[in-house]
């Protein structure tokens, strides 16, 4: 069964840094992982993708420098550091997984399976 569990959310200020992580499970073969958020209101966005063969990795205009993704093999998840975060930051987060190398590695459509969320909130 597959399984995407992220961790990590909470409330912090702006300013402040949050490491979340997603553990991967029950996916036979995986070519890139990504990390998206949701706001109220908004549609889903991609934020950082991984490609797991190459390490070659993209990141959202807006979070660039600020954000990295990464895989921690020590504890078998990918993590994505949030630095200087901003309340504009404020969203549910979620990672996702994908079989396939096709399509903008930062559109939603792009994954086939995906975690429940875990929720930060930036608050001024």
């Known amino acids: 069964q597959v399984q995407l569990v992220e961790s990590g959310g909470g409330s912090v200020q702006a300013g402040g840094s949050l490491t979340l992580s997603c553990a991967v499970s029950?996916?036979?073969?995986?070519?890139?992982l990504g990390w998206f958020r949701q706001a109220p209101g908004k549609e889903r966005e991609g934020v950082a993708a991984?490609?797991?063969?190459?390490?070659?990795?993209n990141y959202a205009d807006s979070v660039k420098g600020r954000f990295t993704i990464a895989q921690d093999n020590a504890k078998s998840t990918l993590d994505l550091k949030m630095n200087s975060l901003r309340p504009d930051d404020t969203a549910m987060y979620y990672c996702?997984?994908?079989?396939?190398?096709?399509?903008?590695?930062?559109?939603?459509?792009?994954?086939?399976?995906w975690g429940q969320g875990t929720q930060v909130t930036v608050s001024s």
């Open positions: 996702a997984a994908s079989p396939y190398y096709a399509g903008d590695e930062l559109l939603p459509s792009a994954y086939d399976n």
């Open positions: 991984l490609y797991i063969a190459t390490g070659v990795t």
């Open positions: 029950g996916i036979d073969y995986i070519s890139r």
